[in-house]
DNA sequence: AATGAAATGATAGCATT
DNA sequence: AATGCTATCATTTCATT
């Protein structure tokens, strides 16, 4: 993991699709090492996929709450059960366990109010071993999901 | 946005970097049809760009926080303020507005701890506007950053 | 490890239905 | 709007330095 590594990362965050003759010209280098670097990258597993981001809006999905957990003391067994149960809920694009109190920071998008009702009541607050649950409407996005620092 | 752009956009979401000739085979479409969809669908903003997904720890970022945000009551015209200073701390990847308390929720991914303190008593509690800074440690990503439901 | 070159495969534009 | 064709460009492998 060289500068020139940490180059060609810093490329691909910024443009997923960028073609390997373009990357090998910006970082300076001709196709073929190139080309070699960017597969060992990917196989060593710095660089995990790619990906389209797409805009919520554009598929309907207008509604994002943030949603704060708490699990039940001395349930701690219940820890594994409530992480496989909430990795299944697809509107759950992003979950965290965090030190403390709440225990969990869950990202939820969906359609709408109604369809956040309907997640809440039907999935989220029948997840294992919760104590309480605690929700609140993101407004916006001040800062959208940015490039990592290099 | 027709069945075929959502599946354009599913295909799309999972693998950033299909060709379009894989995709038109996917999805059913020859290959100019499809790559016109594409196209149509980046124009209209509906795919906003492309990422390469990089594994924070490669990057030796090991340290990843949560830090809530309380602005001062009466000035709220530092909202303004406040948002554009965040949007310039490379190491805050996701800031979010909430309604009620606390006012913003922010994501920083840092190298480690010490990083973190620096961030923190150079940038984050000198933003402006902030009455209120608590922050958490991340332990783990339980869902990370998954695809938008379809 | 990087380069150059060559075969295979993808993209993008255009004419056709 | 979708298809098929074609010229151009990119990818990927291999021989060479």
Redesign the interface.
Known sequence: ?DRTD?RI?AE??????LSITELAERIGLSVSPCHRRVRALEE?????????????A??S?EF?A?VFVTLREGDRSAVEAF?TA??EV???????????DPD???HV?VRDLAAFQRIYDARLSSLPGVQRLTS???????????????
């Open positions: 993991m940490r990362l691909l965050q910024a443009d997923g699709r060593s597993g710095a660089i995990k996929g790619y990906r389209a981001q797409l805009d919520p554009a598929l999905l994002s943030i992480e909430v990795a697809p509107n759950v694009i992003q979950a965290q366990r965090l030190f403390g969990y920071i869950l998008v609140t409407l993101v407004m916006k996005s001040v800062v959208e999901d940015r490039t990592l620092p290099l």
